[in-house]
């Protein structure tokens, strides 16, 4: 089955920019789509179609995709932005769909 | 205002049988499909699979197939996560979501535990 894989985890200090990746094999015809999960809370969408940003998600956040490749990138993260972070796509039949196995942020 | 929300936390015996549920409000909602996504304590999100209220079209990740049943009112606007014999591992907060292109936004979640 088709898998998306995501760095365990990710640490920057405050200021810093964090830059978390996914890589899936149908990446290089299909979007990428990114969700931020705080402790004990619903994932909230943050990029979708590898790049575009959600009215009320900070400018911070951005998205691209190159190849196999697709890359979350906070610039300037806050302590705020701690959190979970999933990529998620589809495979290249379009029936199913799959989430990375999800990337835990620390910004400290 | 979108909404899904989800019926409440669940505490079930290995063996027995649980249908949760997830009823949209503020949008069409024979017009999109809705996803269900498990997550286990500690773990990732998993796509599990959608169905599409207007016609009931289904579909299943392979690792959940014939494991859960996905079915949906949408008289009600209400969609169904059911299993017939719960099994400890099922235990795990279970969202689900109107899903286009993408999954926004999402339920609040309904916490599942399965102990005996």
């Known amino acids: 089955s088709y898998e998306l894989t995501q760095p365990p985890s990710v640490s920057v200090s405050p200021g810093q920019t964090a830059r978390i990746t996914c890589s899936g094999d149908?990446?290089?015809?299909?979007?990428a789509y990114w969700y931020q999960q705080k402790s004990g809370q619903a994932p909230v969408l943050v990029i979708y179609?590898?790049?575009k940003r959600p009215s009320g998600i900070p400018e911070r956040f951005s998205g691209s995709r190159s190849g196999t490749m697709a890359t979350l990138t906070i610039s300037g993260a806050q302590v705020e932005d701690e959190a979970d972070y999933h990529c998620?796509?589809?495979?290249?039949?379009?029936?199913?769909?799959?989430f990375g196995g999800g990337t835990k942020l620390t910004v400290l | 205002e979108v909404q899904l929300v989800q019926s409440g936390a669940e505490v079930k015996k290995p063996g027995e049988s649980l249908k949760i549920s997830c009823k949209g409000s503020?949008?069409?909602?024979?017009?999109?499909?809705i996803g269900w996504v498990r997550q286990m304590p500690g773990k990732g999100l998993e796509w599990m699979g959608i169905?599409?209220?207007?016609?009931?079209?289904?579909r299943y990740s392979p690792s959940f197939q014939g494991q859960v049943t996905i079915s949906a009112d949408k008289s009600i606007s209400t969609a169904y996560l059911q299993w017939s014999s719960l099994k400890a591992s099922d235990s795990a907060m279970y969202y689900c979501?109107?899903?286009?292109?993408?999954?926004?936004?999402w339920g609040q979640g309904t916490l599942v535990t399965v102990s005996s």
């Open positions: 149908a990446l290089p015809k299909k979007y």
């Open positions: 998620y796509s589809t495979d290249s039949s379009n029936n199913h769909w799959v």
């Open positions: 169905i599409y209220p207007g016609d009931s079209d289904t």
């Open positions: 179609e590898d790049s």
């Open positions: 979501a109107r899903q286009g292109n993408w999954i926004d936004p």
């Open positions: 503020g949008y069409s909602f024979t017009s999109y499909w």
